[in-house]
C-alpha cells in the first residue's frame, strides 16, 4: 500500500552535516505522521523526530534538538532529516516511518505503520 525509501546516508566528520531523505510511492496520501526513528548497534530503536502532517508541528529527541530539523514537503511525497553538527553517538541506521492515523504520540514506533529499510550514517572522529 505505502512504500518508504530513505536516501542520503553515508560517511561524515564529526560536525559535518547530512541530509536524509524519504521518498514515499503507493497510496502515500495515506500517510499522516511521519518520523524518524535510529538504531545503533548494541542499542534499541530510538525516536529522533516527527513531524505533523501540515508541518506545523515537530518534536525531536532531547539528544538531537538544535543540531536536526525535521521537515517534509507533500508535493513531492518527501519526508526530510537534516542533520547538523553531528557526533559520533549519531552513528546509527535511520530509518523512515510513516502513520496512516492521526492518533498516537509520536514518539512510540507503535504510531506508525510504513517503515523504510533504514540508512547507515557513520560519524568519524
Known amino acids: 500500500q505505502v512504500q518508504l525509501e530513505e536516501s542520503g546516508g553515508g560517511l561524515v566528520q564529526a560536525g559535518g552535516s547530512l541530509r536524509l531523505s524519504c521518498a514515499a510511492s503507493?497510496?502515500?496520501?495515506?500517510?499522516?505522521?511521519m518520523g524518524w526513528f535510529r538504531r545503533a548497534p548494541g542499542k534499541e530503536r530510538e525516536f529522533v523526530a516527527g513531524?505533523?502532517?501540515?508541518?506545523?508541528?515537530?518534536y525531536y529527541a532531547d539528544s538531537v534538538k538544535g543540531r536536526f530539523t525535521i521537515s517534509r514537503d507533500n508535493a513531492k511525497n518527501t519526508l526530510y532529516l537534516q542533520m547538523n553538527s553531528l557526533k559520533p553517538e549519531d552513528t546509527a541506521v535511520y530509518y523512515c516511518?510513516?502513520?496512516?492515523?492521526?492518533?498516537?504520540?509520536?514518539?512510540?514506533?507503535?504510531?506508525?505503520?510504513?517503515w523504510g529499510q533504514g540508512t547507515q550514517v557513520t560519524v568519524s572522529s
Open positions: 516511518a510513516g502513520g496512516g492515523r492521526i492518533s498516537g504520540s509520536y514518539y512510540a514506533p507503535t504510531t506508525y505503520d510504513y
Open positions: 513531524i505533523s502532517w501540515s508541518g506545523d508541528s515537530t
Open positions: 503507493g497510496r502515500s496520501s495515506s500517510i499522516y505522521r
